[in-house]
């Protein structure tokens, strides 16, 4: 089993930066493919980014191309989600996912964090 925990949510205006961290537990970081997912009131949840086993390949959503940065730092068992520029529509919860392929698919990743809420006002 891997334990997943998400830090670093809060309240922003537009413009402004938040860097998201997930801490794993119960199994090495370095074997796992990590993804990051949101979901806004009312809607399904959605693919933000996802970062392969040793950090050297990437995937993003259209909607934050070049504003947020997916990161590892696996000697910490911790992922960081770098989202600069928020905009109000990034605001939902963001959840931490694991799995063993790099993907943009939400039902290929067994194991998730319970979330944490990330609101932008305008």
């Known amino acids: 089993q891997v334990r997943l925990v998400e830090s670093g949510g809060g309240l922003v205006q537009a413009g402004e930066s938040l860097r998201l961290s997930c801490a794993a537990s119960?199994?090495?970081?370095?074997?796992?493919?990590m993804g990051w997912f949101r979901q806004a009131p009312g809607k399904e949840r959605e693919f933000v980014a996802a970062?392969?086993?040793?950090?050297?390949?990437?995937l993003y959503a259209d909607s934050v191309k070049g504003r947020f940065t997916f990161s590892r730092d696996n000697a910490k068992n911790t992922v960081f989600l770098q989202m600069n520029s928020l905009k109000p529509d990034d605001t939902a919860a963001y959840y931490c996912?694991?799995?063993?392929?790099?993907?943009?698919?939400?039902?290929?990743?067994?194991?998730w964090g319970q979330g944490t809420q990330v609101t932008v006002s305008s």
């Open positions: 970062i392969s086993e040793n950090g050297d390949s990437t």
């Open positions: 996912a694991a799995g063993w392929i790099m993907t943009v698919t939400r039902s290929h990743y067994p194991f």
């Open positions: 119960g199994r090495t970081l370095g074997t796992l493919a």
